[in-house]
């Protein structure tokens, strides 16, 4: 089966940095968009950024020139730096990827979920 599994999340205070990781295993063909998308308490999941196979990216609006998402195809795997981090920041960050599986259906696949706290 396809899995994602997200790492890198902690805790980290204003203004510093943090990367997360998310790789993708199992019985793949291939990988179309990878994203990632937060959700903080209370509020409802939102996209933060997405990567397209042929590497076009679209950054929500507050997150715009602090974090990069980038990807290693050879990894299948999606990164997020994040830069100049604000409390608002604080959420779950979740890993998103369009696959197709070897033998299968194209379709979405999530990551667990990985905490980002930033401490004001």
């Known amino acids: 089966q396809v899995q994602l599994v997200e790492s890198g999340g902690g805790l980290v205070q204003a203004g510093g940095s943090l990367r997360v990781s998310c790789a993708a295993s199992?019985?793949?063909?291939?990988?179309?968009?990878m994203g990632w998308y937060r959700q903080a308490p209370g509020q409802q999941r939102e996209l933060v950024a997405a990567?397209?196979?042929?590497?076009?990216?679209n950054y929500a609006d507050s997150v715009k020139g602090r974090f990069t998402i980038s990807r290693d195809n050879a990894k299948n795997t999606v990164y997020l730096q994040m830069n100049a981090l604000k409390p608002e920041d604080t959420a779950v960050y979740y890993c998103?990827?369009?696959?197709?599986?070897?033998?299968?259906?194209?379709?979405?696949?999530w990551g667990k979920g990985t905490l980002v706290t930033v401490s004001s």
């Open positions: 998103n990827a369009f696959i197709l599986g070897v033998g299968g259906y194209g379709r979405d696949y």
């Open positions: 199992g019985s793949i063909f291939s990988i179309d968009t």
């Open positions: 990567i397209r196979s042929g590497g076009s990216t």
